[in-house]
């Protein structure tokens, strides 16, 4: 199969689909890599690496689309990549596409058959190729958070973790999923008053176990929620249901309760925010203040540590890689039911049930769409 790997052209997003040792893996079971020039740059991976490992290098994402079966990328297709998808086409990457109309539209359009990372599961129940970017974001949501929280970002002025005699911030955590709970080991190392909501007894006990008296784990409800939001300097949204709109926990009128400068960082926003508030920010402008509460909405924030993100999403999305170029989508999803669970779109169909559920739209099942 050839396969693709445009250069990323979303804002300040520096990670790439493939890496060389990647490619490497591919040209070794005879496939053909083309990969755009610069497409690594972000990850210090230049072209002669690429060049190393067997891939061509095209000068432009045209090229790449035109000669490419199966597009890989990292972030969802814009709207001028979205033109150039074929229905010839397999595209791998993340999609989100519950929020995004336009998109989901295009994709349609296409006749492309789209496989989104983010709703790939496993034996356990998890999203593994959602785990590793998952991980990177819940840490960063602290480091991003204690940066907004300085005086000079609009935020309270408060240190994250205090010192001897003042005391630390307060951070609120909503879900212990894989997010929260990466978020809560950040936080709690850095010394701050950290509570961590969530519905799951399961969830709950896992983290009271791993934390003990480091960190709260409280039931969540509308009375937990309240209390806590209103006493929190820094709140993050870790809340997910997979490929499902978030839902939004905090409304406009919470954020009455809380302190002036309090910080809000939404790592739901790819999924459309967990904040009423929340609309997705960028890197070069990653907050905004509503109300007096400052608001870190930015919606690709593993791009800003791009060599880490890209080889821990590599170690988790190449086999599957391999496995589409080595046989096909279909008779791939047919062997592997949790990469099925990928499929979204497909021959101008959407193939996922939360996405037309949260588009008030029809859609098939992935194996209407393979012919089963």
Excluded at 64 to 88: G, N, T
Excluded at 94 to 101: G, M, T
Excluded at 216 to 232: C, F, G, K, Q
Aim: proline residues 5%.
């Amino acid at each position: 199969m050839h396969i693709g790997v445009p250069k990323e052209i979303k804002n300040h997003e520096y990670r790439v689909g493939l890496t060389p040792e990647s490619v490497a893996e591919l040209v070794a079971q005879g496939h053909a890599v083309t990969v755009e020039t610069g497409a690594g740059s972000g990850i210090d991976a230049e072209d002669e690496a690429y060049l190393a490992a067997g891939a061509k290098i095209a000068p432009d994402a045209k090229s790449v689309f035109d000669a490419a079966e199966m597009i890989v990328k990292v972030k969802e297709p814009q709207a001028s990549e979205r033109a150039m998808l074929r229905a010839d086409q397999i595209l791998f990457t993340y999609l989100h596409l519950a929020p995004d109309v336009p998109q989901t539209n295009d994709l349609i359009a296409s006749g492309a058959t789209c496989i989104a990372y983010e709703t790939v599961t496993d034996a356990t129940g998890g999203l593994p190729l959602l785990k590793p970017m998952s991980q990177v974001a819940g840490r960063m949501s602290i480091q991003a958070g204690a940066t907004a929280l300085e005086k000079a970002h609009n935020g309270r002025g408060v240190l994250l973790g205090g010192v001897p005699g003042v005391e630390p911030a307060k951070v609120l955590i909503l879900g212990g999923g894989v997010v929260g709970f990466n978020a809560a080991q950040m936080a709690v190392g850095m010394q701050a008053n950290v509570t961590i909501l969530d519905k799951s007894p399961m969830v709950l006990e896992h983290l009271d176990r791993h934390f003990g008296a480091s960190a709260r784990a409280v039931y969540s409800n509308i009375a937990s929620l309240a209390e806590n939001v209103a006493e929190a300097d820094l709140v993050v949204g870790a809340v997910l249901i997979p490929g499902a709109a978030a839902p939004k926990l905090v409304s406009r009128e919470m954020l009455s309760t809380m302190k002036k400068g309090a910080v809000l960082v939404d790592v739901a926003i790819d999924q459309g925010g967990c904040f009423q508030t929340s609309h997705a920010t960028t890197h070069a402008e990653p907050t905004y203040v509503v109300d007096d509460i400052v608001h870190y909405c930015v919606a690709n924030m593993p791009g800003a540590v791009a060599r880490t993100s890209t080889y821990a999403l590599n170690n988790a999305t190449l086999p599957h890689v391999v496995n589409l170029a080595n046989k096909g989508w279909k008779l791939a999803l047919n062997d592997d039911i949790h990469l099925r669970a990928g499929l979204n779109v497909s021959a101008g169909k959407i193939t996922c049930a939360p996405v037309a559920t949260a588009q008030g739209l029809s859609a098939i099942s992935p194996e209407e769409a393979m012919g089963l």
